[in-house]
């Protein structure tokens, strides 16, 4: 079974968010997610300042075995990407709820409520899956 | 025996299987208006004699002319060992098989191929290759708009001296994904980019600009300044060269404090033969940087279990079956029988060989471009370097000259009228090692006798 730290909220495509206290919001992939990917050997993160639509593709992590993309779980502006995964992309393996997370968003404060899991949902999820 | 392997039984079996009654439902989605309903201009099969003997009837009509055409294809001397080569067995199948691994041999032509590029035009990495030069253009530029995640414009400066079919492919594939290309005049005294009609654009959001040296009237651009120009702007530069020439010019590598960020260009003249215009194959390198940007397959040396060396699939990050609908390109290594030709044309030239054929080929478009501007009512459209192609000028229309210097085994080069009408009577001439004084002087000779007869407009 994978970890999900009951701090967290969660999606259906296995991102994580974390609101920082600023009231950013931390994006990363779950455990769950990188262990199916396997050793990630590629992660492009978006560009500070883009604006990101909830739902929308917005970074690519790529392992030796299949590229795939992370959707941004809310409206809002990029204010960083991970500047350390362009030359260590096994940090997202390592520490996927840590040093792995991949971007910080500002959310859009009139943008739709995103459908978001609980961690007992998000467990629930993964069981149906077959983890 | 039938290419088809399924029977009527078969067919309808599994047309039963999943619920269709006939194969043309199979293809509903597809508009009716879009459907060609007949083949109607398609003529009939012929059998192998048939065929063989209507083949050879239309290459005897072909001749064996005096070619001073370029613009694009070149003609070169191959050396019979190129071909002889290229045609055995074990290399003579155009694709990488799908489990490439096992054909290590051609996986290992491919990193020679890759090797040798990203020498010759000091870049750091080379795909397998493309289609062309012209789809390389066009690769080039979506690439461009990948690379660049400072801009958002997908704009691509590209100046008329680009070669007018490049130009014209480029736009018919991106423009339908949102790139906008902007064309860039040329100075009409000196046939180079327009620098100062570069200001426009001083403070836009433009994502790459295009430069091609020898540009397509086969002048030398001031790459360096451009490409400095470019850089200081946040603007991705795309160089297409000739190869030849490389082994003489300065490599789009070394192009001004960074190099160009994107080199491609038609590897034709490495050892491809014209053959009335395909088919050829088209080269692509880049910075390591944008390594994840470029389309097609990277092959790369590693060491198996056992330590011993062999080659691999080292990077295809665009492609649809790791990609899946997010796939950038459809090229893989479609072109690799003239990519293996190419790269053993290098192998035997070496890279003295190949600076003598570049040097050889300028020396005799000097010797042709002397020779020709002697001619009464013929002069050079701009002063300046050339590799080696040049555009002359007639005081009379192109086309009947070319056709009565046709008429004598003479092909004379390509007329501008239809590509660039502003310029005149112009014609683009091009001399490689290939031609000897005598040709250049039969050829003057000619266009002498045909200047009296034809009319002056």
Known sequence: MSKVPADLKYTKTHEWLRTLPDGSIEVGITDHAQHALGDLVFVEVPE?????KAGEPCAVVESVKAASDVYSPITGEVIAGNPKLASEPETVNSDSYGSGWLMRVKPTASGPVPQLLSPAEYEKLQQEEGD | MAFIPHTAADVEAMLATIGVSSIDELFEEIPASLRVKSLAGVPDELNEMQIGRLMSERARTDGRPLCFIGAGAYEHHIPSAVWAITTRGEFYSAYTPYQAEA?????????????MIASLTGMQVSNASVYDGASAVAEASLMAVRANRKSKSQRILVPTTVHPHYRKVAVATATNQGLRFEEVPYSAGEGVIATPSLAKYEGEDITAIVIQQPNFFGRLEDVDALTDWAHARGILVVAVVNPTSLALLKPPGSWGTQGADIAVGDGQPLGVPLSSGGPYFGFMTTRLEYVRQIPGRIVGRTVDLNGRPGFTLTLQAREQHIRRAKATSNICTNQGLLMTAATIYMSLMGPQGLERVAAAAHAKTRELLNSLT?????????????????????????APVLKALASRGILGGLDLGEYYPELGHALLVCATETKTAADIESYAAALGEVMQSVRAA
């Open chain 1, 48 to 52: 500070a300042g883009r604006a990101v």
């Open chain 2, 103 to 115: 054909s290590q041999g051609t996986l290992q032509l491919i990193y020679e191929y890759q090797t």
């Open chain 2, 374 to 398: 002697r001619l009464k009512g013929v002069r050079a459209a701009f002063p300046g370097p050339v590799f080696h192609e040049a555009v002359v000028l007639l005081d009379r229309p192109v």
